[in-house]
């Protein structure tokens, strides 16, 4: 059974930092890609990063234009665990943060396989 556990996020002030987890359980990692989304309250999902691998080497990176130079995506493909680094927080990233497995594929931009649970990422002073 393929699980995406999440771990991280909660509440920080602008400015701050967060660092979430995804660890990726029940699948043979060959080939995918695996995804982070966000939806703000009353906003549709909207993908923030992506990092692809195969035969265990992680492979490209994409990175939407409202988070470069302040997130970063990142893998331990030996834990099977995708990071979302998260910098210089605005009060505009408080979403519920999703990440999401996409099987033999090399990009996020097609139907998710597998979503986590999502976890709450609250910027507020």
């Known amino acids: 059974q393929v699980q995406l556990v999440q771990s991280g996020g909660g509440l920080v002030q602008p400015g701050g930092s967060l660092r979430l987890s995804c660890a990726v359980s029940?699948?043979?990692?060959?080939?995918?890609?695996i995804g982070w989304f966000r939806q703000a309250p009353g906003k549709e999902r909207e993908v923030v990063s992506c990092?692809?691998?195969?035969?265990?080497?992680?492979?490209?990176?994409d990175i939407a234009d409202s988070v470069k130079g302040r997130f970063t995506i990142s893998s331990d493909n030996a834990k099977n665990t995708v990071f979302l680094q998260m910098n210089s927080l605005k009060p505009e990233d408080t979403a519920v943060y999703y990440c999401?497995?996409?099987?033999?594929?090399?990009?996020?931009?097609?139907?998710?396989?597998?979503w986590g649970e999502g976890t709450l990422v609250a910027v507020s002073s």
């Open positions: 999401a497995l996409f099987i033999y594929r090399s990009n996020c931009r097609s139907a998710v396989d597998y």
């Open positions: 029940g699948f043979n990692l060959d080939y995918h890609a």
């Open positions: 990092i692809s691998s195969r035969h265990g080497s992680t492979g490209s990176t």
